[in-house]
């Protein structure tokens, strides 16, 4: 900018102008994302107490929340020994669970899962999925979800650690 009076003049314009203006090219803010992130990096007891306080005025928002949080192939980052002892529980539960619920995952996340099981349980479920025929994605997702839910209960009773990586509770 040669001039220092057009240079003055563009300052004027800019802070006329929004500070986040969402451009075609630009996805617009999602606060509901934004905070569904901000949850995945807090440490364990910091994601429960905040989602305690947030269910203590709006429950529903609390269990949309932490639906989206805790996920069906975040399972894969489960350690072997709390892998089994989810396993070994949803097994114990519903095996056809897991034959359902693995229909839609990841490659890595079924062979961890398939690994952690007995072969008897792990020969039943593989017979279950190629014989069962397709069935419907929400019925999938639904049987994902009460395998995370499982998996929530275990770690409320410090059995298994979700997220292994918590930043306030490192390992030693």
Sequence with gaps: MRNPRERERRRAAERTLPI??????????????RTVGLLRQMSDASRRTLLDAVAETDAQLSDQLSREVYLFG????????????????????????????????SARLKLRILQSLPSVARDQIRYKMETMGQRRLS????????????????????????????????FV
Excluded: W, Y
């Excluded at 986040?20 to 994302?33: A, I, K, L």
């Excluded at 350690?79 to 839609?104: C, G, K, N, P």
């Excluded at 639904?142 to 650690?161: F, P």
């Design 74 to 105: 975040d399972l894969v980052q489960l350690d072997d020994r709390d892998m089994a002892r989810l396993t070994h529980t949803v097994s114990r539960a519903d095996r056809e669970l897991f034959a359902l619920a693995l229909r839609s995952c």
């Design 20 to 33: 986040n203006p969402v451009s075609p090219t630009e996805r617009p803010f999602d606060g509901h994302e």
């Design 139 to 170: 019925h999938v997702e639904q049987a994902q979800h009460r395998i995370v839910e499982i998996a929530k209960v275990l770690a409320t009773d410090g059995h298994i650690r979700l997220f292994p990586s918590d930043p306030d509770d490192p």
